[in-house]
């Protein structure tokens, strides 16, 4: 793989970040990824704060999240955030289940506006996609997926691929990289428990603990323009387990 980096939302309940970033840096991260919660009601002084944290620590944020409100409604500021954390790609993270389209129009429909909301982030320079879930592989009522529409509706859409949740949409991960790994930009490298375990932890698992083929996905992903590998984990419980576990797997792929 090419570069490991590490999903800050993993942290969000191991506070503070200063502190995370420490435990990162140890581990042998080089990179982390943004969410929303971390800059989004920041000011500037606050904003220049995290990246003097990032560089004491030998970190870089090269890709991050950013909510549709705040693309929609405030694209200069996160354009200005971006400049200042040195992030080169943004995601689009998430749709609530009340926000979601119910059928085929809706959800091209939807990647036309996630089209739009990522037109001035193109046009400076940046990447710019989508990060799925799981509800863009539950078959619609007329039999076809909303991800598919999602990217006729959304052509020049970079896509973050988040395997673990492909398979917990009941997808065929290898089936969706031959598909589209001409988009894949960035993958979130995250892991699902065998049936029954780390119920405590949502049932996600350490990158290589679990049921995820990650050896077999590497390698399929190969042949995609994906520049960042990103550990996640939606609810652990030890930050610097997930943390040197998960890259010592990553790197031995």
């Given amino acids: 793989m090419q570069t490991v980096s590490f999903q800050l939302y993993s942290a969000r309940n191991f506070q503070p970040f200063s502190q995370v970033f420490r435990i990162l840096a140890e581990a042998g991260y080089k990179q982390v990824e943004g969410y929303g919660a971390l800059y989004a009601e920041l000011d500037d002084a606050a904003i220049l704060a995290v990246k003097a944290d990032l560089d004491a620590n030998g970190l870089t944020m090269p890709t991050a999240h950013f909510s549709l409100d705040m693309l929609e409604a405030e694209p200069e500021r996160v354009l200005a955030i971006c400049r ?43 990447t710019f996609g989508w990060h799925n879930h799981d509800f863009e592989f539950f078959t619609l009522p007329d039999g076809t997926v909303p991800q598919d529409h999602l990217f006729a ?51 996600w698992a350490d990158v290589g603990h679990g049921v995820v083929p ?30 040197t576990r998960s890259i010592a797997t990553i790197k031995a792929f």
């Avoid at 085929?104 to 037109?119: N, P």
């Fill in 84 to 126: 200042t954390l040195g992030i080169a790609a943004v995601y689009c993270p998430y749709l609530l289940p009340e926000d979601r389209p119910t059928d085929a129009a809706g959800w091209h429909a939807f990647g036309a506006r996630l089209q739009k909301a990522g037109e001035p982030i193109r046009k400076a320079g940046l």
């Fill in 153 to 203: 509706g959304g052509p020049d859409l970079a896509w973050e691929a988040d395997i673990a949740w492909i398979i917990r949409g009941g997808a065929d991960p290898f089936a969706w990289i031959r598909k589209y790994g001409d988009r894949i930009t960035a993958v979130h490298v995250k892991d699902i428990a065998p049936k029954g375990e780390n119920a405590e932890e949502d049932g």
């Fill in 214 to 243: 990650w050896g077999d996905l590497a390698k399929a992903l190969a042949g995609s323009p994906v520049k960042h590998f990103i550990v996640e984990h939606d609810n652990p419980r030890d930050i610097t387990r997930l943390a």
